[in-house]
Structures are given as structure tokens and as C-alpha cells.
């Protein structure tokens, strides 16, 4: 499944080309049963794993890749989607990456931690086999707005 | 001056201070100039800035970054910062970095200058 993903994208590590993938990421998100609070989290989620991946992996180099994709997914009834964003950038241990602690004002540092709060799931590795990191996030609908019709 | 783009669309003044309006998406691209736009706008000494977020449908966390520099430099300053107008989307991002217990938020600018 993970190898079939319906939506796959490749875009370069520029910031001004996100504002295009939100929207995609939004539409997706309706079309898989996410609406509303929902489908806002998934987009800002997507969006702080792309610029993070900009601002500290690539250090704002603009001409480097990133992979995109996106699945639906079910679980009982509720609906929801999977996303994975992929880098060649420098490795890291994945258990360093953390979200900062809350009660200390100051700007940065918030992206992490809002990427966990808006998904279900986020999970940080190496790639195998390749150089770079990778992200999975999953996140289902709330319950109160699980859709009647599927499809 | 700093080049702010098209992000601040407006600025009028109060008696104790100044109203900017912001416009558009708040994201990665976009944010250093808001930074630059605000931190300007409070060399000028206002005693209260208001901050109009109505046209702002969208905003991340280096969005929220520019606004807690202003904030922090604002209040060094011994002044006083009000957001108003906020989108459900950009409310929740406060929600979850949970700065809506920090910064002062009001429904409208009319309650921003009373604060």
C-alpha cells in the first residue's frame, strides 16, 4: 500500500511553493472524509513538517527535494488520511526530534510540537536504503463529524 | 524601511497608539515580513498596537514566532500588544501552541482599544 500512494508529488524545498500544497492537502482531506477543525490540522501539520524540513534540513536551500504523499484510510467508520513527507536531508536520531516546552515564551520551536497535537500519529525515521529523513502522520476524523456517505 | 510586502494593508492611528491591518496567508514565505512590518511599527513607541488579523485566513508557527517577538520586544518597550478579528483557523493555532492564554485577543478593533 505504501508503495501506491494516489497522490504522490515531488516539489522543490521553496517556501512560497507551500501555499499550493495546502490547498491541495485541503481538498484531499474533504475528499477522504476530514472536514472542517479536521481537515485545518491535517494542512497545518503538512505545512510544519514541509517548512521544517526547509528551515533545518536544508537550511533554506531552495533547489533541493522533497516527496509528498498521501492516502486515504478507514478504521470502522471513520475515515481519515496518511501522509509521508520525505528529504535527502542530514540524518537525525528521530528520538531527538521534540516539540519544546510550551510554558516558555519565545518564538521557534513550535512546529514539532504542533505537528503532534494535530495529528493522531507522527513518526519520525531514516530512510531506508537512502539518504534523509522520513515523517508519517496519520490523523482520522473526530467522530462528531464522521461523514454518513462513503465512497 | 523594510520591504513588508503586501502583508500589512493598513495602518490607522489611535489615540494611544496604532491599528495594523494584516492580509493574507501568515506561512514560512511570508512571516519575516510581518516581523519586519511590526517590529517597525513599534520603533515608533505606541503605547498600544493592535494587531487586525481579519483577512488572515491561515496562519503557522513561524507566524506565531514573528508575533511573540513583537509581543516580548512591545512589552520591553513597556507597551501594550492586542490581537483582534481572528479566523477560526488562526485561533486554533493559538489554541494549540497555547498562546491564547498569553497574548491579548479580542473579538474586534473596537474592543482592542479598550482593553
Known sequence: ?151 | MADTGDIICGTESISDGVVIRVSGDIDFSRSPQLREGLLGAINDGPARLVIDLNDVPYMDSSGLASLVEVFKAQNAAGGKLVLCNLQSKVRGIFEIAKLDQIFKIADDVEQATTV
Request: hydrophobic residues 40%; glycine residues 10%; proline residues 6%.
Open chain 1, 1 to 151: 500500500m505504501q508503495d501506491n500512494a494516489p497522490f504522490a508529488i515531488q516539489i522543490a524545498s521553496q517556501p512560497r511553493l507551500l501555499c499550493a500544497v495546502r490547498d491541495a492537502v485541503e481538498r484531499l482531506a474533504g475528499q477522504w472524509g476530514l472536514a472542517g477543525e479536521d481537515a485545518g490540522r491535517v494542512v497545518l501539520a503538512v505545512d510544519e513538517a514541509l517548512a521544517n524540513v526547509i528551515r533545518h534540513g536544508y537550511r533554506g536551500q531552495e533547489d533541493r527535494p522533497i516527496w509528498l504523499k498521501l492516502w486515504p484510510i478507514q478504521q470502522g467508520d471513520r475515515r481519515g488520511i496518511r501522509v509521508v513527507i520525505e528529504d535527502e536531508c542530514e540524518p537525525v536520531d528521530p528520538a531527538t526530534i521534540k516539540g519544546r516546552d510550551l510554558d516558555e515564551i519565545r518564538p521557534g520551536g513550535l512546529g514539532t510540537h504542533i505537528m503532534r497535537k494535530a495529528m493522531d500519529r507522527v513518526e519520525y525515521s531514516r530512510r531506508v536504503d537512502q539518504a534523509g529523513m522520513r515523517v508519517e502522520m496519520e490523523k482520522l476524523n473526530s467522530p462528531a463529524e464522521a461523514p454518513a456517505q462513503k465512497g
